[in-house]
């Protein structure tokens, strides 16, 4: 059977992503066929694209993500049936594509309250913002957070789930349209970060304290600066490098008040089957318990890939961008 899949195979810009027709063989032992109905577009892809991560080999189809409906089964499957909805997430890449054979292991079924495309779109930045508000630092009550880029699809699940815990949240934003979104996520605070002195601003809203943790998704450009607003033992969260990769740092910088930094990467978090069950679990539950509220994504034609990276890179995602194969 053939499908189609977009192929990269030379690091570059958005039009090194070529639709093309990939051959797909039966899926094996434990292993299912699924069509896909919605692509998550992730920003790794287009770190993936350009080459700033060299780990996906060329030639190969990028995607980290997707939701689909199961149309085979290989031997020894049981936790799937042809025709289940179901999701998967992987650093193993190949979402990028109509259909993909998949380690089932990977795959989990979707519950019906949710559509494809919102599913989409949420399953990937709710994972994450489980893993950044219950592992990287533990949100709790009446603490003030600092969230950058707040109105980003990651960090506008991340503003709800920390207010869900109780915490005052700060956001920083690039406009007035962005500070809008993040204050009907739940942000406190605003700071205006390209016109503002972020770190001044978050020295007077926390009357010289500074805040409990940074949750950090734009790398070189505020890296530095979030270190200046932290309290004592205060957890700098860098989870993403939207701006460009962080400078080195000295561990002394640290030692000023006794702070921590973190880089924590999703997939090593959902290794084994139950990490990945604690996430899923938790993460339907968010949603039900209304928690976090699903993305409602744009969604674009498998075929316009390279346009949902330019939206990307261009700062100018709403918060969720799906792709979305000819059935
Ligand atoms: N560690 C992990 O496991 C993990 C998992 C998922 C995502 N991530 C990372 O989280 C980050 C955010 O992902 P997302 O899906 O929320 O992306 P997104 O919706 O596109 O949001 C990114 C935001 O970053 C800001 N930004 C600052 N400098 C930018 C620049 N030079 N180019 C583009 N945007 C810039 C923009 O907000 P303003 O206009 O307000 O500045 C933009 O809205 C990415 O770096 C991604 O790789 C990490």
Redesign the pocket.
Known sequence: MRTDAIVLSRHGGPKELVLVQVELAEPGPGEILLRHAAINV???DT?VRTGQYRTLALPGIPGLDAVGVVEAVGPGVTHLAVGDRAAWISGAYGGYAARRILNADLAFRLPDGIGDAQAAASL??TF?VR?LVKDSHRVQAGQTVLV?????????LLCQWCKALGARVIG????EA?AEVARACGADEIIF??SEDFVARVDALTDGAGVAAVYD???R?TFAGSLRCLDYSGTLVN??????PVEPFRPSDLAVRSLSVT?????HKIRTPEQLRTYVDETFDAFDRGVVRPIDPDILPLSRAADAHRI??????R??IVLAPDQ
């Open positions: 992730n920003f790794h770190y990937m930045k994450t893993m950058h880029a707040a109105a980003g699809g990651v960090s506008q920083t934003v690039s406009s962005k970060y390209r998704s734009v790398g450009d989870f993403g490098q939207s701006s460009g880089r924590p990467i999703l997939f990307l890179e261009a700062g100018e995602s918060g969720g």
